[in-house]
């Protein structure tokens, strides 16, 4: 904060200031006036500078919407991005079939900026063609300064689950009711729930760019049904572990404390350019707060992107692994790690969700992304995944790797916040394949 001026001191610069002014050549006189030691106090509202927007050049879904309603309108280059993107939520993929709504995303930087990551919400209402009815509220706060972060998530569900048993796909060597739950023929069956989740994490920064914290998670299925088997049907992979486990077949609940570091140096939240992701965290499922069994899960979580050029910054080679781990006690049958069942539900995209499960799970993705069109409206990626699990039978985890991979299309959505539209086909093995339509990139 500057120190108050004297009344002399104000005198003597304001006559110094008048003199440099008349006296000097008339082609300099502002600039002597613009470069005098005053400017940044009295004379700081005269010198005005246009703001660097980042995305200057850019052409996201609000500019073709105004050059449809106003096509003579020049843009203005010191409006504001507005942080908020609503739009019907449109999607289809293996898992869900094909799905109508609507969805709003929001970002925006709460202090000030490089200091302050960029804070996202999304929320989102819709039904789709196999009977689901989802929503879904989600946040991820970054107070100024990164002195605290929030993350959590609100779900309240009418849903599906396409189940393929346990494991990576190869056949236990064991009893029938082994094979079976291995599953190696990958036999569908499906599983109708209602699903209920709140999850709420606090972080604190202990120093730059890391942040330990806490939480609590709760996972509740009820009216959990398998309609295409006759009553009475117990030799399904669902059944069997049940029965192996001791677990209710028709509702759980999956209540557990969260514990979990995170380091974080990404420069945007929905589409990052360049820097780190690192979580590492522990859930403890327990009894006294509502769960059917104890239990002990490890996850981790890494992301790192390097932008392959300055001019063109969205030309970036993206890699992902996540990994999760049953360590101690017993996880309910539809809540074991596996294919898509990250915190986004975006990975192993090729294969419906939990397509690939087990007690150990681990995956890894890498991505390459590139613009198309010059205004950035357009661009692209191609993208290769791989994944292990175990089934507790004989195979066990990074014996067996299961491929998936394709390519796909973005439509910049809103440039302020850098939230796509993601359109991408990608396919796996036993015919795995599907078109997947999302907000924002899988990682």
Known sequence: MHKPLRYTTILKSAALLTIAVLFAPKG??????TTDSLKTDSLQADTIKKPKVEYAGQYDISDLIQDVIHPNKKPDSLKKKSGITLMPNVASNPSIGFQIGIKAVAGRVLGREPGTLMSVAATSASITTKGIIYFY????????GNHWNLQGSLVAAKTLTPDFGIGIGEAANGSEADRILSNPDRKGYVLHSLFYNFREKVYKQVTDNLFLGAGVSFDIRRSIEDRNNPVGETQTPYYIYNERNGFNN????????????????????????????ADAGIRVNQTWIGSTKNATQLTTDFRKYWSLSKRNPEHVIAFWNWTSFVIGGALPYLELP??????????????TVTYFKGTQYAYSEVEYRFPITRNKFISGVTFFNMQTANDDLGTKIGQVWQPGGGAGLRVLFNKATR?????????????????????????
Not at 28 to 33: N, R, S
Not at 257 to 272: C, E, K, M, S, V
Not at 344 to 351: I, K
Not at 421 to 442: M, R, T, V
């Open 338 to 351: 596996g294919t898509g069942r990250d915190p986004s539900f975006r990975s192993g995209r090729g294969y």
């Open 137 to 144: 509220l989600s946040h991820n706060v970054f107070t100024p």
């Open 419 to 443: 939230t796509n539209l993601c359109i991408d086909y990608a396919f796996g093995k036993y015919g795995a394949k599907g078109l997947f339509l999302g907000l924002n990139e899988a990682f």
């Open 28 to 33: 300099y006189a502002q600039v002597q006036a």
């Open 250 to 277: 028709s509702s759980y609940s999956s209540n557990g404390l969260l514990f979990n570091a995170q380091y974080t140096t990404r420069d945007n939240q929905n589409r990052a350019y360049k820097g780190i992701y």
